[in-house]
C-alpha cells in the first residue's frame, strides 16, 4: 500500500469512529424519549411511534375532484388549441 492509500484508510477510520460517536448519542437520546414516552402512559407512547392516519371528508374529496378536472380540462383545451 502506499502513503496515499494509508492516508485515505485512516482517514476513513476517524470518520467511522465519529459516526458511531454520533450514533450512539442518538441512541442514547431516543432511549430518553422512549423512557419519557413510557413514564406519561401507554397512549402516549403508543402516538409516539404511530401517527394517526388523517382522514379527509366526502366533501372535501368532492372539492378536490372538482378542481383537478377543471385544471386537467384546461391543460386539454389548450393542448387543442396548440394542434389547430
Not at 502506499?2 to 484508510?9: D, K, W
Amino acid at each position: 500500500m502506499g502513503v496515499n492509500a494509508m492516508s485515505v484508510l485512516s482517514a476513513i477510520r476517524r470518520e467511522e469512529k465519529k459516526l458511531q460517536k454520533q450514533l450512539k448519542k442518538i441512541q442514547r437520546e431516543l432511549g430518553g424519549l422512549q423512557s419519557a414516552a413510557q413514564a406519561l402512559g401507554r397512549t402516549a407512547s403508543k402516538d409516539f411511534k404511530m401517527a394517526k392516519k388523517r382522514v379527509l371528508s366526502a366533501a372535501g374529496r368532492a372539492k378536490i375532484s372538482a378542481a383537478a378536472k377543471k385544471r386537467w380540462a384546461k391543460v386539454r383545451a389548450g393542448a387543442k388549441k396548440a394542434i389547430s
